[in-house]
């Protein structure tokens, strides 16, 4: 299951990193990470426990931030379709859809933050109905494209001959 980025400091931290793979109309970042926890629910954990008048105090929760780092436990997808490209709404939903499904068909996509992000807009003189079957094909052959070559391993330079 792929779960859904919602928290702009997600959005922040990934985006932030080099763009995994690009395609015409679409970017693709990846971080391989944990969504950052909720804060609200962190503080309240803290302060709920350093509260009762019950026992001795508990020792309060490290922050996440200290913890060794390690090995990302799920998956999760962020989608960015900015209204300047796709100023329709019934386009940006859409091509939100194409990349739901798009990651939804791939069960074995790394672990880590996922965003897909539209930079450029499809041509509304190929595509003049917001939610053309011609826009959603091409959408989803483009997207499948750019998942292929996200995936694939990354060529490492070879280590020159020593002379």
């Known amino acids: 299951m792929i779960g859904k980025l919602q928290r702009p400091v997600d959005f922040e931290r990934v985006l932030g990193s080099q ?3 690009r395609s015409a109309h679409f970017a693709l970042h990846h971080l391989a990470a944990d969504p950052a926890p ?4 962190a503080a309240k954990l803290r302060t709920s426990s350093a509260e009762l008048s019950t026992g001795a105090a508990q020792a309060a929760h490290n922050a996440v931030d200290r913890d060794s780092p390690r090995a990302p ?9 900015p209204k ?5 709404s019934v386009t940006r939903q859409l091509l939100k859809r194409q990349i739901r499904a798009a990651f939804a068909e791939r069960p074995g996509m790394p672990p880590g933050l996922w965003v897909v992000r539209l930079r450029s807009p499809f041509d509304r003189q190929k595509f003049p109905s917001a939610a053309s079957d011609a826009l959603r094909q091409a959408a989803r052959a483009e997207l499948a494209q750019l998942l292929d070559r996200a ?13």
């Open 73 to 81: 436990s799920g998956c999760w997808l962020g989608i960015v379709v």
């Open 38 to 41: 909720d804060a609200w629910h």
């Open 19 to 21: 763009s995994r793979a």
């Open 151 to 163: 995936l694939k391993p990354r060529h490492e330079p070879r280590p020159e001959a020593v002379a």
């Open 84 to 88: 300047r490209h796709a100023r329709r």
